[in-house]
């Protein structure tokens, strides 16, 4: 008999696997463990380690990347994540379709006079002098080929050729222009080049299953799933949602119960709890999803509550006093008030440590 999930015991599910129930102990382990943060912004991926590792500092990330056990590199969605150098290495070669398919499409047909192969070649003898902003890259692949869109040019390059961002002296690592390296080179070892995406389908059920092949797609930007779930299906544990869709996991993964409670979490912007699935009713309350999901460029930091996101939150500073508004997007009890309010106040001492003041404020919904 096909088990059947209610959308409370995918939510608590989700959340356990991402560290949201209980925070987790090691930075490398969580990072892995959760399929990477996305990072469009140097500060979100602080965040999202502060509400998943237990007594994180955020010297634990920037050593980290010092270190170069972490990186900040475009991988799935064809988008900026926080990732371990290891699952870096590992997965790069799977996602190159996704980066290719992502930059073609962006050149709008503008990419036809390229001869790729050399483009890289140029790109990673530019690299060898030096990391460089993407800025300099381009100017650099312009003016080696005049008669072509230097921009087009740049954008290829840095989805063709695997590159990091190298991290800097800023509290968050990484400057607003950051320098790209070639990866290769900053790591110090081979990239692998087994495109095979059975470990990436695994590592993402894993992290947020169990998923349909939809909720696979949207993560992860690969097209065409479908026969890859097939092939795996023998070693794929298969159950239903309340709707009768089916879904995969792996054998063995977190499933608790549906009244473990969910303490107060808050989410930074772009986090991939927010962005993992193509139905996200597991995270987000449909009638919030408008306000959360605020345009194309944006998804809003949110708070977690008893597991589902009900309000959004940022952070306003003023020379040295910093507050943290918090928006309900629905009534919210006085219980449940002063426990947002009281893990807001802990955020804030690890965002804003230095600051004379630190208030939390809760104003009405955006």
């Known amino acids: ?24 102990t090691t930075l490398a382990d969580v990072l892995a463990g959760v399929g990477g ?39 799935q969605r064809a988008t900026l994540h926080v990732v371990t150098a290891d699952d870096f290495v590992r997965f790069r070669a799977a996602l190159q379709p996704v980066l290719t398919r992502a930059w073609m499409s962006a050149s709008r047909g503008r990419a036809a006079a390229i001869d790729l192969e050399a483009l890289v070649r140029e790109a990673k003898a530019r690299l060898r002098a030096g990391a460089c902003t993407a800025a300099a890259l381009r100017d650099h692949l312009g003016a080696l080929h005049p008669g072509l869109d230097p921009q087009v040019l740049s954008l290829a390059v840095r989805h063709e050729l695997p590159m990091v961002q190298t991290p800097g002296r800023g509290a968050w690592s990484f400057p607003a222009s950051p320098a790209f390296a070639d990866a290769e080179a900053w790591l110090g070892r081979p990239l692998g080049g087994d495109r095979d995406l059975a470990p990436l389908l695994r590592r993402y059920l894993e992290a947020f299953g169990p998923a349909t092949v939809a909720d696979f797609q949207t993560w992860s930007g690969v097209r065409g799933a479908r026969p890859l779930f097939e092939g795996l299906r ?133």
């Open 1 to 24: 008999m096909t088990t059947v999930l209610p959308l409370r015991a995918l939510n608590r599910a989700t959340l356990a696997r991402q560290r949201l129930l209980a925070r987790g």
């Open 234 to 366: 023998p070693e794929l544990e298969v159950i239903r949602d309340e709707h009768g869709r089916e879904l995969f996991d792996v054998e063995g993964a977190p499933r608790p119960d549906v009244d473990t409670p969910a303490p107060p979490r808050f989410v930074p912007d772009w986090d991939n709890l927010l962005l993992a699935h193509d139905d996200r009713t597991r995270i987000i309350p449909p009638e919030h999803r408008p306000t959360i999901f605020f345009s194309a460029q944006r998804v809003r930091a949110t708070v977690l509550v008893d597991g589902f996101a009900a309000a959004v939150w940022d952070i306003e500073r003023s020379r040295d006093a910093v507050v943290l508004v918090v928006r309900p997007l629905a009534p919210m009890s006085g219980r449940a008030r002063n426990d947002v309010a009281d893990e807001g106040a802990r955020l804030l001492a690890f965002t804003d440590p230095g600051a004379r003041t630190r208030d939390v404020r809760f104003d009405a919904a955006p």
């Open 37 to 75: 943060l996305q990072a469009q912004a140097p500060f979100p991926p602080f965040v999202g380690l502060w509400s998943r590792v237990a007594d994180f500092a955020s010297d634990h990330l920037r050593a980290a990347l010092d270190a170069r056990a972490v990186v900040r590199a475009t991988l």
